[in-house]
C-alpha cells in the first residue's frame, strides 16, 4: 500500500478504533473541505445578499461552504441533525435512522471576511452523539477543524483517542503529519482580540502583565489560525474578552468555543470564560456567546489568577 495511504485519515480513525459513524463525520467533513479548499481559491468572493443568524452579510463563500459541508454530513446517513453559523434554525436529516447516530454543529467558513485579502480561514465542528446538537461542551464525542492557509490541514480528536494533525497532498489525500499532539503547559504568544479601548480594567491589567512579561503578540484576526499557531508552535494563550461593548464577548460557544476548547483541553491545554471551564458552560442558544481565554494551562491559570484578583 501506498505510504500516503498507510498514513491516511481513514486509516488512523480505524486504527484508533473510531465507531463507524464518527469516523464517517470527520472523513466527510475532510472530503467536503477539499470542495471549499478549491471555491475559495477560484470562486466568487461578493455578498451573497442574505444574512445569518447575527444580522450578519453572508458571502458567497459563506453560503456555498455551508452548502458543501451540510451535504457531506448528511451523506453519511449517521447525522441526524445539524446547526451551522449560517442557518437560522436546527436542521433535521430524514436519511438518519432514528435512534442512535449524531448531531453536528459548525462553523463552515470561520473568519470568511479575511479571504478577500488571502488570510487563513477555517471551518470548525463539533460532534455530539444523539440528536441533539446544542449540547453542553463536555458532552461533545469528538472535534475538529480544517485550516485553509499556504497548507490545508485538518486537527481532530475524537473519543479521547488523541489530537491529530493531517495534511491536504497533491494527490489529494490528507496525511498524518503530527500524531498525539501536546501544547507546551507555557508559551511566549498571545493573542488580544477585541479594541483596547473596550478592555475592561481586570482584561486591561492581563494583557500589561503578558507585555511586560515579553509575551509576543500575534493576531491574524482568524480564531483557526490563531488557536493553530498556539496549539502547534509553542503555547500560549489566546483572548476574546468581555469587553464595554461586548459584554459577553464575541465568539459563539456552540460554534466556535466549543470545539476548539475540546481540542486544546484534550491536547493538555484549558479554556475559560475568566471563572469557569467553557467546556462545562450550559450551551442553550445558538446565538450563545462567551469571553475566552484559551491555550497553555499555566496562561490560563494566570489569566484566571488576574482577571479575578480583587
Ligand atoms: P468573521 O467570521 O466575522 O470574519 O469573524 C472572525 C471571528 O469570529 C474569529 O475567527 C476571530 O477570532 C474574531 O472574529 C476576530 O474578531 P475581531 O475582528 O473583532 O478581532
Known amino acids: 500500500m ?28 475532510g472530503v467536503a473541505s477539499k470542495y471549499v479548499n478549491h471555491a475559495m481559491r477560484t470562486g466568487d468572493l461578493g455578498l451573497a445578499g442574505t444574512s445569518n443568524l447575527y444580522g450578519e ?11 458543501i459541508i451540510k451535504d457531506r454530513l448528511d451523506h453519511t446517513g449517521r447525522v441526524r441533525r445539524i446547526i451551522s453559523e449560517e442557518q437560522s434554525e436546527i436542521i433535521i436529516f430524514d436519511r438518519a435512522r432514528r435512534s442512535g447516530g449524531y448531531a453536528v454543529c459548525y462553523d463552515p467558513l470561520d473568519g470568511s471576511s479575511l479571504v478577500d485579502v488571502n488570510l487563513s480561514v477555517g471551518t470548525i465542528v463539533a460532534i ?12 461533545q464525542v469528538g472535534a475538529m ?8 490541514t485538518l486537527v481532530y480528536c475524537a473519543a479521547g483517542t488523541g489530537v491529530h494533525e493531517f495534511t491536504l497532498n497533491s494527490l ?17 504568544i498571545f493573542s488580544p482580540g477585541g479594541l483596547r479601548s473596550d478592555y475592561l480594567p481586570e482584561h486591561e491589567n492581563l494583557v500589561r502583565h503578558l507585555e511586560k512579561s515579553g509575551y509576543k503578540l500575534r493576531y491574524s484576526g482568524g480564531f483557526v489560525p490563531d488557536i493553530n499557531q498556539i496549539l502547534l508552535k509553542g503555547g500560549g494563550l489566546f483572548m476574546y474578552p468581555a469587553t464595554t461593548r461586548a459584554p459577553s ?4 460557544l456552540p460554534f466556535e468555543l ?21 467546556l462545562d458552560l450550559e450551551c442553550h442558544d445558538l446565538d450563545q456567546r ?13 489569566a484566571e489568577k488576574i482577571l479575578n484578583q480583587q
Open 2 to 29: 501506498y505510504k500516503h495511504v498507510k498514513r491516511g485519515l481513514w486509516n488512523h480513525l480505524m486504527k484508533n478504533g473510531i465507531e463507524m459513524g464518527l469516523a464517517s463525520i470527520i472523513y466527510e467533513v
Open 57 to 67: 452579510d453572508q458571502l458567497a463563500l459563506d453560503v456555498l461552504a455551508d452548502e
Open 128 to 139: 455530539y452523539a444523539g440528536q441533539d446538537p446544542l449540547q453542553d461542551g463536555c458532552r
Open 145 to 152: 477543524y480544517v485550516l485553509y492557509g499556504p497548507r490545508t
Open 172 to 188: 489529494g489525500e490528507f496525511v498524518l503529519t503530527r500524531e498525539n499532539i501536546r501544547i507546551r503547559p507555557s508559551g511566549k
Open 249 to 252: 464577548g464575541k465568539l459563539r
Open 258 to 278: 466549543n470545539p476548539m476548547a475540546y481540542l486544546v483541553t484534550a491536547a493538555g491545554g484549558a479554556a475559560t470564560n475568566g471563572r469557569q471551564a467553557i
Open 290 to 302: 462567551s469571553p475566552i481565554y484559551i491555550g497553555s494551562r499555566e496562561e490560563v491559570e494566570l
